[in-house]
C-alpha cells in the first residue's frame, strides 16, 4: 500500500501555533507520522482493491455456474438411468 502524504512541516507549524515548542512538536508529528505511516490505505489502494475484487467475483461467478451446469447433466444421467432402470424391471417382473 502506498504512504498517505502527511505534510510534516504544515503540521509542525500548527502545534507551535497552539502554543508547543519546537521540541514538542516536532515529536507529536514524529509520533503521528510513525503511527500512519505504513497501515493506512489511500484512495488508490482501495481503488485496486476494488478491481482486484471484482475479478475475483467474476471468477467465482464463472465457475458457480459451470458447477450449475454438471449437476443439471448429472440429474439428467440420473433421471435418465432411473427411467431406463424402471422400464427394464416392468418388462422383467411379471
Do not use: C
Not at 505534510?7 to 507549524?13: I, L
Request: charged share 30%; net charge negative.
Amino acid at each position: 500500500m502506498g504512504t498517505p502524504a502527511f505534510d510534516t512541516h504544515k503540521a509542525v507549524k500548527a502545534l507551535k501555533g497552539a502554543g508547543f515548542d519546537d521540541t514538542q512538536a516536532e515529536a507529536v508529528v514524529a509520533t503521528v507520522g510513525d503511527a500512519i505511516g505504513g497501515d493506512v490505505a489511500t484512495k488508490r489502494d482501495i481503488d485496486e482493491l476494488k478491481t482486484d475484487f471484482s475479478e475475483f467475483k467474476a471468477e467465482v461467478k464463472a465457475d458457480i455456474a459451470e458447477f450449475k451446469a454438471e449437476i443439471y447433466r448429472h440429474l439428467w444421467l440420473m433421471a435418465a438411468g432411473i427411467v431406463g432402470l424402471t422400464v427394464t424391471l416392468v418388462k422383467l417382473i411379471p
